[in-house]
C-alpha cells in the first residue's frame, strides 16, 4: 500500500503531473486543499532552475479545469446549482456574482483554500458570464499565485527538500490523501446525481 501511495505521488511530481493536477485541482470533482500548491512548491524545490515552468504548467491545468467547472454551470444552470453547492454557500455566492463576475470572480482565485473558488466558477457559468474574459483574468491570477509560490520555493528549496524526508511529511501527505479520496467521492457522487437528474423527461414531456 505504502509503495503504491508513493507511486502515485511521484507520478504528479513530473511536469505532466503538475498539468494533470492543475486540471483536477479546478474541477468539481476533485477534493484536495491545495493540492496544486502543494505540487508546484514541491516541484520547484526539487528543480529550481525549472520553477517558472511548473508556475505556467500548474497555470494552464488550472485554467482548463476551471473551463471544464464553468461549462458544467452553464449546463445544470441556476436550478441545478442547488444539487451541486450547499444552500448555505449557494446564497452567498450568488449575492457576490454580479454584472462584473467576469473580472471580479476570477481575481479571487488568489485566495487559497478553504475559499470555495469552485462553487464561484459554477455559479458564473450558470449565470452566463462572459467566457473568455473569466478565463483569461483567471490564468493572469492563477499565474502570478503560483509563480510566487514556484519562486519562494525555489529560495526555500533545501528546507523544504529536508522536510519531504521527515515523518511528519508522510503523515500529512496520507492526511491530505484519505481527504481527497473521501471528497472526490462525496463530489463525483453529487456530479452524478445532478446530470442523470437533467437527463430525465419532465412531467409535460411524459404527458
Known amino acids: 500500500m505504502k509503495s503504491l ?6 507520478y504528479f511530481l513530473t511536469p505532466a503531473g503538475v498539468l494533470f493536477m ?3 485541482d ?13 505540487v508546484v512548491i514541491l516541484m520547484s524545490a526539487r528543480n529550481p532552475d525549472l520553477f517558472w515552468l511548473y508556475a505556467l504548467l500548474a497555470t494552464a491545468g488550472s485554467v482548463t ?25 449557494l446564497k ?5 456574482v454580479t454584472n462584473s463576475a467576469a473580472v471580479t470572480v476570477p481575481a479571487l482565485g488568489l485566495i487559497p ?7 464561484f466558477v459554477l455559479v458564473s457559468g450558470a449565470l452566463r458570464v462572459n467566457p473568455w474574459t473569466f478565463l483569461s483574468v483567471l490564468g493572469g491570477v492563477r499565474l502570478v499565485r503560483f ?3 514556484a519562486a519562494m520555493a525555489k529560495y526555500y528549496g533545501r528546507g523544504i527538500l529536508s522536510w519531504m524526508q521527515s515523518p511528519t511529511f508522510t503523515a500529512i501527505v496520507f492526511v491530505l490523501s484519505g481527504l481527497a479520496i473521501i471528497g472526490t467521492i462525496v463530489s463525483a457522487v453529487a456530479v452524478y446525481r445532478s446530470v442523470r437528474h437533467d437527463k430525465r423527461p419532465s412531467a409535460a414531456a411524459k404527458s
Not at 479546478?26 to 502543494?38: E, K, R
Not at 452567498?92 to 457576490?96: G, I, L, P, T
Open 147 to 149: 509563480a510566487i509560490e
Open 92 to 96: 452567498k455566492v450568488e449575492q457576490r
Open 65 to 89: 479545469g476551471a473551463a471544464g467547472t464553468f461549462w458544467l454551470g452553464r449546463k445544470v444552470g441556476e436550478a441545478g446549482l442547488k444539487r451541486l453547492v450547499r444552500p448555505s454557500t
Open 26 to 38: 479546478a474541477s468539481i470533482v476533485f477534493f484536495l486543499p491545495l493540492g496544486i500548491d502543494f
Open 22 to 24: 492543475g486540471i483536477l
Open 113 to 119: 483554500p478553504p475559499f470555495p473558488f469552485t462553487a
Open 5 to 10: 501511495f508513493y507511486s502515485l505521488l511521484g
